[in-house]
């Protein structure tokens, strides 16, 4: 089979990770399965590796986003076609609309459907609905939904009609298993917490700097560093600004965009890695992290329970004190530090790329098999319809 892979909405929301890790695992697979990767170049420049099985296709947008806009759904289509593609997969919503069918779309980006609670900025909440509409019409025309949760799916089915009966849930991979025991990253101090959190209102980093103002009130001294870029200026200030009001500017730093690695080994070396967001619907950094054996504290969500079940101290994300009580019960207690750390470990076994692969791939042949079985039926009950007829 010859699949599409459509990775133009891919550069954000983590998409630009999940391929990264996806597409070396697919093109080491057992399949005749034949892959075309269609996207900008600067994405293809971000994943692209020597493959033996997948094709990497630069699609070039011109004039701004209208132009994105029609290169989506016009000009990759047609080139889709041109490939003689058989099915297609958006790795990251929105669908294309216009391409070859049949279709699967991959709901791995729920803020579209949760931003109401998240931003009051007038340009967010339309960019926001204008996703949101554009989610909708790709989740109605899919051939098929793969949701990387639970929650997710409950999310992307809960439409009228419900949506539930062509969704598959396949989680994330491990893309981290770095042994604990590595040194941490040149620039940690001997002692810290450790946080990532892009800098966005869902991050929840708000209610973490003024829990973390209460542990150092009752005498935490350890800094609390963030990683992850400011994906949202207005919030970053507002961040700021609460950080400065609280006194905490010399303990808790910005580190901005950090790589895996150093990613890896700050988290296996914190006292404690906190994991603050309220809406994840793909949890893959605390996947990471209990990869890299990390003592977690992660704010108690549906898809983050689905992912770490007893392997983090859950604490009330929207309950500043709970959020402190449990950070300070994790920095203190080095038995309990311990026993988080082993069932991080363990419970990260359950996670890999293999397996999300073969969670995809089967998702796409059984979409691509129905499509073909129920086009058969329909053709053999249009050529029955004119011996009906003369019958008559």
């Given at each position: 089979?010859?699949i599409?892979?459509n990775a133009?909405?891919?550069s ?9 890790q996806m597409l ?7 399949d ?9 170049p600067a994405?293809l420049?971000k ?14 947008p ?5 132009g994105?806009?029609?290169a989506?759904?016009l000009?990759?289509p047609?080139?889709?076609r ?6 297609v997969?958006?790795?990251n919503n929105?669908d294309?609309v216009l391409a070859?069918r049949p279709?699967v779309?991959?709901i791995?980006?729920?803020?579209p ?9 007038l340009?967010k909440?339309i960019?926001?609905a204008?996703l ?7 989740l109605?025309t ?8 639970d ?5 992307a089915?809960?439409g009228?009609?419900p949506l539930?009966e062509?969704?598959?849930?396949v989680?994330h991979?491990?893309g ?6 590595r040194?941490?990253p040149?620039?940690a101090?001997p002692e810290?917490l ?10 929840n ?6 829990a973390?103002a209460i542990?150092r009130?009752r005498?935490?001294?350890?800094p ?6 400011p ?8 961040l700021?600004?609460?950080?400065a ?6 303990h808790m ?5 950090v ?5 890896a080994?700050?988290m296996a070396n914190a ?5 603050s967001s309220?809406l ?5 950094t605390?996947?990471e992290?209990?990869g890299?054996g990390a ?8 898809p983050?329970r689905?992912v ?7 604490c009330?994300g929207?309950?500043?004190?709970a ?5 300070w019960?994790?920095a203190?207690?080095e038995?309990y530090r311990?026993?988080?750390r082993?069932?991080a470990?363990a419970q990260?076994?359950r996670?890999?790329?293999e397996k999300t692969a073969?969670?995809?791939v089967g ?5 691509y098999?129905?499509r ?5 039926e329909?053709?053999?009950m249009?050529?029955?319809?004119p011996?009906?007829?003369?019958a008559?």
């Amino acid at each position: 089979m010859r699949i599409a892979v459509n990775a133009m909405p891919s550069s954000g929301y983590g998409g630009l990770t999940y391929l990264r890790q996806m597409l070396p695992v697919l093109d080491r697979r057992r399949d005749p399965h034949l892959w075309f990767v269609y996207g900008r170049p600067a994405t293809l420049e971000k994943i692209r590796f020597e493959a033996r099985k997948i094709v990497f296709r630069e699609v070039r947008p011109r004039g701004g986003l209208a132009g994105r806009l029609l290169a989506e759904q016009l000009q990759l289509p047609a080139l889709m076609r041109a490939d003689g593609i058989e099915l297609v997969y958006t790795a990251n919503n929105p669908d294309l609309v216009l391409a070859p069918r049949p279709r699967v779309i991959a709901i791995r980006y729920t803020e579209p459907f949760l931003y109401r609670e998240f931003y009051n900025s007038l340009p967010k909440r339309i960019r926001c609905a204008v996703l949101r509409l554009m989610t909708a019409v790709s989740l109605r025309t899919a051939d098929h939904i793969l949701c990387v949760s639970d929650y997710a799916r409950r999310v992307a089915g809960a439409g009228r009609p419900p949506l539930v009966e062509k969704t598959t849930v396949v989680h994330h991979g491990l893309g981290a298993p770095f042994t604990p025991g590595r040194p941490a990253p040149r620039w940690a101090p001997p002692e810290f917490l450790f946080a990532s959190a892009k800098m966005i209102g869902y991050s929840n980093l708000l209610r973490l700097a003024e829990a973390y103002a209460i542990l150092r009130a009752r005498g935490l001294s350890e800094p609390l560093l963030v990683a992850g870029g400011p994906h949202d200026a207005r919030y970053e200030r507002l961040l700021r600004a609460r950080v400065a009001e609280l006194g905490l500017e010399s303990h808790m730093r910005f580190l901005g965009y950090v790589d895996a690695e150093s990613m890896a080994r700050a988290m296996a070396n914190a006292r404690v890695f906190i994991f603050s967001s309220l809406l994840e619907a793909c949890p893959n950094t605390l996947i990471e992290a209990m990869g890299c054996g990390a003592a977690i504290v992660a704010s108690d969500t549906e898809p983050n329970r689905e992912v770490a079940g007893e392997a983090v101290a859950w604490c009330d994300g929207r309950n500043v004190e709970a959020m402190a009580e449990t950070i300070w019960a994790v920095a203190r207690g080095e038995d309990y530090r311990l026993a988080l750390r082993e069932k991080a470990l363990a419970q990260a076994a359950r996670f890999s790329w293999e397996k999300t692969a073969d969670g995809l791939v089967g998702v796409l042949e059984r979409t691509y098999r129905a499509r073909r079985q129920a086009a058969w039926e329909s053709g053999a009950m249009a050529a029955l319809e004119p011996r009906a007829k003369s019958a008559d």
